[in-house]
Nanobody
Framework: QVQLVESGGGWGQPGGSLRLSCAVSENIFQSNTMGWYRQVPGKARELVARITTGSLTSYINSVKGRFIISRDAAKTSVYLQMNGLKTEDTGTYYC?????????????WGQGTQVTVSS
């Protein structure tokens, strides 16, 4: 069974913080690099941050130094701490494996969580 349930989005002010959470089914969580992806209307979904099973992390340049990805094995969950928010962080955020899950030859995504940054 595949479970990816994102939560924690909402509205944030520039310079503020938000924390996203993703509950992941154990079979997926234990053996995969996990990532947070961002979707903005009219643009391709992009991988913002990733974390390996050994907790090595990497980020795209635009969020480096502001976002922190983490994972909790006991809760089989992945988190994205978003600090120093900017308007360009606005989008729908999804967690998934890296690369993303494919089921029956099609990408599989959760419902995502919307982040809106504005003053």
């Amino acid at each position: 069974q595949v479970q990816l349930v994102e939560s924690g989005g909402g509205w944030g002010q520039p310079g503020g913080s938000l924390r996203l959470s993703c509950a992941v089914s154990e079979n997926i969580f234990q053996s995969n690099t996990m990532g947070w992806y961002r979707q903005v209307p009219g643009k391709a979904r992009e991988l913002v941050a990733r974390i390996t099973t050994g907790s090595l992390t990497s980020y795209i340049n635009s969020v480096k130094g502001r976002f922190i990805i983490s994972r909790d094995a006991a809760k089989t969950s992945v988190y994205l701490q978003m600090n120093g928010l900017k308007t360009e962080d606005t989008g729908t955020y999804y967690c998934n494996t890296v690369p993303w899950i494919i089921i029956n030859s099609r990408p599989w995504w959760g419902q995502g969580t919307q982040v809106t940054v504005s003053s």
